[in-house]
């Protein structure tokens, strides 16, 4: 299984202010997901980064909010835009194993006050 | 719309009691199923998978789940837990041959010594 590390771990942010997220696996992967885990829900996939294309972001979440780049094998950040006390949650990142289980970083939680 | 849904929000156990989470979804094709478990300040891990062939799949620390099909079900079993397995639990679902995951809201166990 692979290795991710995110940062930051945790941060605490104004309003109307953006924060990146980095996530960095131990390899290269094709496919990086990006989750959110809003307090007391479940984890929600905000998007999908393959290295060398646009993110394909699921239903409800928009590119200008949730800008992602994806410039190599085994480096991604998310950037949460304009942030609203909403958007206070945990982001996660993971990868693909070698059939489709997925791998999970240990998450980055944000509040925005 | 797909939808994974776990009955059990909150369980709480003493050790060597017998465990079984229920995880049921909705949808009529061919899907993968996992398990995943966070343990306190940990990350997600993956406890067991299911792609295909022998409904009875096992896993990680002494947990099985079963696959029935007609059912839509892919509940959690361990026959004796211990403290240790106190955590929250997730079922997911893929469609087969994507990697998008739906997520269940998780069941938080505490098992009491």
Same mark, same amino acid.
């Given at each position: 299984s692979a290795v991710i590390s995110q940062k930051p771990s945790r941060d605490i942010c104004q309003r109307g202010t953006s924060l990146t997220i980095q996530c960095q696996v131990d390899s290269q992967v094709t496919m990086m997901f990006w989750y959110r885990q809003q307090p007391g829900q479940s984890l929600t996939l905000i998007a999908t980064a393959n290295q060398g294309s646009e993110a394909t972001y699921e239903s409800g979440f928009v590119i200008d909010k949730f800008p992602i780049s994806?410039?190599?094998?085994t480096f991604s950040t998310l950037t949460v835009s304009?942030? #609203?006390?909403?958007? #206070?949650s945990i982001y996660l990142c993971s990868v693909t194993g070698g059939g489709y289980e997925q791998y999970f970083g240990p998450g980055t939680r944000l509040t925005v006050t | 719309a797909q939808s994974v849904s776990q009955h059990n929000h909150h369980v709480i156990l003493s050790e060597a009691a017998s465990l079984e989470l229920g995880c049921n979804y909705s949808y009529g094709g061919t899907v993968n199923l996992f398990w995943y478990v966070q343990y306190p300040g940990q990350h997600l891990q993956l406890l067991l998978k299911y792609?295909?062939?022998?409904p009875l799949v096992k896993g990680i620390k002494g947990f099985e789940a079963e696959f029935i099909k007609s059912k839509f079900s892919f509940n959690l079993r361990k026959p004796s837990v211990q403290w240790s397995d106190t955590a929250e639990y997730f079922c997911a679902v893929n469609r087969g041959g994507t990697y998008k995951y739906i997520f269940g809201t998780g069941t938080r166990l505490k098992v009491l010594a």
């Amino acid at each position: 299984s692979a290795v991710i590390s995110q940062k930051p771990s945790r941060d605490i942010c104004q309003r109307g202010t953006s924060l990146t997220i980095q996530c960095q696996v131990d390899s290269q992967v094709t496919m990086m997901f990006w989750y959110r885990q809003q307090p007391g829900q479940s984890l929600t996939l905000i998007a999908t980064a393959n290295q060398g294309s646009e993110a394909t972001y699921e239903s409800g979440f928009v590119i200008d909010k949730f800008p992602i780049s994806r410039p190599n094998l085994t480096f991604s950040t998310l950037t949460v835009s304009n942030m #609203s006390p909403e958007d #206070s949650s945990i982001y996660l990142c993971s990868v693909t194993g070698g059939g489709y289980e997925q791998y999970f970083g240990p998450g980055t939680r944000l509040t925005v006050t | 719309a797909q939808s994974v849904s776990q009955h059990n929000h909150h369980v709480i156990l003493s050790e060597a009691a017998s465990l079984e989470l229920g995880c049921n979804y909705s949808y009529g094709g061919t899907v993968n199923l996992f398990w995943y478990v966070q343990y306190p300040g940990q990350h997600l891990q993956l406890l067991l998978k299911y792609f295909s062939g022998d409904p009875l799949v096992k896993g990680i620390k002494g947990f099985e789940a079963e696959f029935i099909k007609s059912k839509f079900s892919f509940n959690l079993r361990k026959p004796s837990v211990q403290w240790s397995d106190t955590a929250e639990y997730f079922c997911a679902v893929n469609r087969g041959g994507t990697y998008k995951y739906i997520f269940g809201t998780g069941t938080r166990l505490k098992v009491l010594a």
